[in-house]
Every structure is written in structure tokens, then in C-alpha cells.
């Protein structure tokens, strides 16, 4: 078995998903950590330590162990503030590799991670593997350039790591197209599903757990909020299908992120007051897995209106309670949501567009087999099938030389 070192600096896998820098990437690290822990594994987790009152090490399950290192101020940080403190990150993980022996493997998740598991790998000479989960030439060429340093960070991280994982066909071809990635690193590993909460249920029982309307049509948005990631569209898609004698209403469920989270919230509140639709949309804050999986099996459909998506955890997790999905068609998403299976895909942003998708998925003759498609398509995913594909990998990586910058 192997000891693996997972390096997730900016965000700690126990944080609450659908806030702050929390997203897909925390239940990614926590569920993959678990499962590979399961099989055996020792998983030593690294994250930032972003409070004064966090434990140095917790044990949060036999074999997967998360420790919280000081690299800058004991406080949550502004994220242009991240990559200042990385150097401290990577000496502090080091220092901890000095008292408890080398690992077989580093495993960064983030371009953050990169940076530390980079240096790491070359001061330790061991396998690096990466998981990028967002790539800002992808989110550039699709929505708006953030930093051309970043850029530049991934390229050179791609260019040394020893495997990077992409979670599905398309994202594998964007590291080729984008960053000239060699073909032979990049390796598929589909994300899975925590079926034991994601599974379908009774949808007027789990409204009434929320205390939700059972003749309305339920529309659901989960993610955090900003703009990249189309949570207006969500809204104005509940304003047209309202419009055209829909009796929906929306629930969106996540917190404000990013530089321009709080503006993004204040705008989807002032909409919601002009457009008159104060009594169809609530607002709900960010939830555990058991209670989001209530509000997927609640909701007649679900709403993943990205403009950029690596993965689209959501699709998966929806898909799972026997929700369909209304996804748009880029990254991941192509992969999770087959048309006429478990939903549909829209490569149009128009807010009628939509409305009509919405139309087509909810028609009585399509409904029941869009969910039990979804279920179907689902239990492809599992975190074990995840884990076992790391396993496989990173034996090979044991077995053959270090790729060099």
C-alpha cells in the first residue's frame, strides 16, 4: 500500500462546498482521500491553516488523516493573497515529511498546490500528480481572462508533472490544446458520487423535510455564487418559464465567491425584487451533502447554467436522486448530461432558450424516463472506481523515472 501526500493549500476538504473558495474541489479531495484510505492507503491531507483555533492533525477516518499548516496569517486570506504564502506552505509540508518519511507520491490539487508540489517533488524527488479542477486559459477563452501568471504557473507545472489528471475526454484534450501537454501524462480519472446520500426518493416527502410548495415546478441551482459560474441565468430562466404561465419557483442554494461574489448576490436580489418574483426564488446557504441531496430529490429539475466547467459535480450529484439536468454545453458537462437521457444540454445563453429546455424535460411523456435514465447513468461514477484508477497509476509512476523540467 501506499503513502500519499494530497495537497489542497487554498481550501481545507472539510470546509462547507458552496462558499469561499469551497466548490467541487473540496468534495473531490475528501471523497478521493477516503476512498483511497479505504483501500488501504495512508492519506496525509495538507491545507492552509486559515484559523487560530483548528487542530494541528485530525483524524477524520482510518488511514486519512488532514493537517492544517501555518503559511501566513492564521485567518481566512483574500484570494490575490494566496500565492505569496506558498513558498511558506511547501516548507512547512516539507518540514512534516522530515519527521514522518518521504512519501510515494504527492497528489496537488488547484495550480496553488502545483506551485508547492512542483518544488516538493524536485526537493524530494518523488511522482507528481496534479489535479487542476479550473484552467484559466480554458476559463479565459470562455468567459474573462484572470491572470496571465497563472497561466504561465500551470504551463511550467504541466510541463514537469509526472500525471495529470483530467476527470473526462474533453478536459484531457484541453491540456493538449491549451497548455501542450504531453498526451502520454494525461490521464482520464472520472470523478464518483457518493451514492449512500445521492439515490432517489420520494419528491413530495423530501418538500415537505423543507417545508417546500408540492404543486410548484421546483427549479434548483447549487454552486457558488458568481458570475462564471451563470447563476443569473438560473434566475432569469425561472422569470421566463413564470412568464409563460409556469407556476415555478427556484431555490438557489450556495453562497457568494470570488471577487465578484458579493456584487453577484446583490444583483440576483435586486432582480428578483424587480421582476416581482420575491415569493418564487429563496435563497438558501450552502448545505451538508445529507440536506443537498434532499433539495436534489425535492426539485423537478436542475440548473447548471456554467459558462466553464471542468467536471460539473452538481450534473453527477443531481442525476443520482433521479433529477434531471439542464446543463450548458461546455467542458465536463458534455460528458456527465446525454441529451434525452438524463436532461438536456444548451449551448444558447438566451434566458427563452432555456425556459424551453425546461419545457421539453418536464413533458409528462419524458419526465419519468429522464429520471430513471439519470439513476442509470450515475451509477457509473463511484469514488472506489476513482481510487482504484489513482492506485493503478501511481504504481506506474513508482516503476518508471521522473519527468524533468
Excluded at 232 to 248: F, V
Amino acid at each position: 500500500m501506499a503513502r500519499l501526500a494530497v495537497l489542497s493549500y487554498h481550501t481545507s476538504p472539510l470546509a462547507q462546498p458552496g462558499t469561499g473558495d469551497g466548490g467541487g474541489m473540496n468534495v473531490y479531495v475528501r471523497e478521493l482521500s477516503s476512498a483511497l484510505a479505504r483501500l488501504g492507503h495512508e492519506v496525509d491531507v495538507f491545507t492552509r491553516r486559515d484559523s487560530a483555533h483548528v487542530r494541528d492533525s485530525v483524524l477524520v477516518e482510518p488511514g486519512f488523516r488532514l493537517h492544517h499548516v501555518t503559511a501566513g496569517p492564521a485567518a481566512p486570506l483574500d484570494r490575490h493573497d494566496f500565492a505569496r504564502h506558498v513558498d511558506a506552505f511547501a516548507d512547512a509540508v516539507a518540514a512534516s515529511f522530515r519527521c514522518s518519511g518521504r512519501p510515494d507520491a504527492i497528489h496537488a490539487n488547484y495550480w496553488l498546490s502545483g506551485l508547492a508540489g512542483h518544488r516538493l517533488k524536485h526537493e524530494l524527488d518523488v511522482p507528481l500528480v496534479v489535479t487542476f479542477h479550473t484552467l484559466e486559459r480554458v476559463k479565459a477563452d470562455h468567459f474573462e481572462p484572470e491572470s496571465d501568471e497563472r497561466a504561465r504557473q500551470e504551463a511550467s507545472i504541466i510541463a514537469c508533472a509526472d500525471a495529470v489528471l483530467a476527470s473526462c475526454e474533453v478536459e484531457a484534450e484541453q491540456f493538449v490544446r491549451y497548455y501542450d501537454a504531453s498526451p502520454s501524462r494525461v490521464h482520464i480519472v472520472p470523478l464518483g458520487v457518493q451514492h449512500a446520500f445521492f439515490a432517489p426518493g420520494h419528491r413530495p416527502q423530501a418538500r415537505r423535510a423543507l417545508g417546500l410548495d408540492p404543486a410548484s415546478t421546483l427549479l434548483l441551482y447549487v454552486g457558488r455564487l458568481q458570475a462564471l459560474k451563470g447563476v443569473d441565468l438560473a434566475l432569469e430562466t425561472l422569470i421566463e418559464s413564470r412568464r409563460r404561465g409556469r407556476a415555478a419557483t427556484l431555490a438557489i442554494v450556495g453562497g457568494p465567491s470570488g471577487r465578484d461574489g458579493r456584487a453577484t448576490l446583490a444583483y440576483l436580489h435586486q432582480r428578483v425584487a424587480d421582476a416581482g418574483v420575491i415569493d418564487h426564488v429563496t435563497f438558501v446557504a450552502p448545505q451538508s451533502h445529507q440536506l443537498l441531496s434532499s433539495w436534489m430529490r425535492a426539485a423537478d429539475v436542475t440548473l447548471v447554467p456554467s459558462r466553464s466547467e471542468s467536471f460539473g459535480l452538481v450534473a453527477l450529484e443531481s442525476s443520482a436522486c433521479g433529477t434531471p439536468v439542464i446543463a450548458s454545453e461546455v467542458g465536463g458537462l458534455t460528458n456527465l448530461v446525454e441529451p434525452g437521457v438524463n436532461g438536456l444540454l444548451v449551448s444558447d445563453r438566451a434566458p427563452a432558450a432555456w425556459a424551453d429546455a425546461v419545457d421539453h424535460v418536464l413533458d409528462a411523456d419524458r419526465a419519468l424516463a429522464l429520471a430513471s435514465g439519470a439513476v442509470l447513468l450515475a451509477r457509473r461514477y463511484t469514488w472506489r472506481a476513482a481510487a482504484e484508477e489513482l492506485t493503478a497509476l501511481t504504481d506506474s509512476l513508482a516503476a518508471s523515472g521522473l519527468v524533468h523540467c
